[in-house]
């Protein structure tokens, strides 16, 4: 069996411990453009019904990366450390792909958003990121929130991708729905009476 870590770490980043001593990030060691890739994501792929019973701290380590399916890392590394922002200044590119959504100065914490993968309660917590921004609790859902949709454009994973799209065709389905019932109401409001006798 090989050695090699399950996730790869670009070299212009290192995995630490955090300052306030609560866990371990990653941190930019030298100036990234936005758009590099930071990280590519590796591990095991488990199904929700068999991921949902794993330990905790393999489960808080992993990425969703399709509808109940989860990457779970086998060899643990730095590039696991990886921590939610509700103002991140990293996005995903792909399922597994980590990517600068701005410029990135060196000593800086890079986070994505949970909400840019996660659309199962398997990781809800209150958020401590101390952002200005922070929204509290942070939930499987979040994905469905109309101002992270539009803040996260190009940068959330396929099958979060997919269902925004598919929400919105819903939408757009009904309105149509509605507009055309409403027009039906006026054509039948407007006839003669006469028509009916
Ligand atoms: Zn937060």
Same mark, same amino acid.
């Given at each position: ?14 995995? @630490? ?20 890739? =930071? ?45 939610? /922002? ?29 909400? =840019? ?50 929400? @919105? ?24 009476? /006469?028509?009916?006798?």
């Amino acid at each position: 069996m090989s050695e090699q870590l399950s996730s790869y770490l670009f070299p212009k980043l290192q995995g @630490r411990p955090k300052a306030d001593g609560i866990g371990n990030g990653i941190f930019a060691v030298a100036p990234i453009k936005k758009g590099e890739l =930071m990280a590519v994501f590796g591990g095991v792929v488990y199904e929700w019904d068999t991921f949902i019973h794993l330990p905790e701290r393999e489960r808080s380590l992993c990425i969703q990366v399709e509808d109940r399916l989860f990457l779970v890392p086998d060899k643990i590394g730095e590039g696991d450390y990886v921590n939610h /922002s509700c103002n991140p200044n990293a996005g995903l590119s792909g399922q597994i792909g980590l990517v600068a959504m701005r410029d990135i100065q060196p000593g800086e914490e890079v986070c994505f958003d949970y909400a =840019m993968s996660d659309t199962m309660p398997y990781d809800e917590f209150e958020c401590g990121c101390g952002q200005k921004n922070c929204r509290g609790r942070v939930s499987g859902n979040d994905w469905q929130k109309p101002e992270l949709q539009k803040r996260y454009a190009g940068f959330f994973a396929p099958h979060v991708q997919r269902r925004i799209d598919a929400v @919105r065709a819903h939408q757009r389905m009904m309105a149509r729905e509605a507009r055309r019932a409403k027009l039906r109401g006026y054509a039948s409001a407007a006839l003669p009476k /006469s028509l009916y006798e």
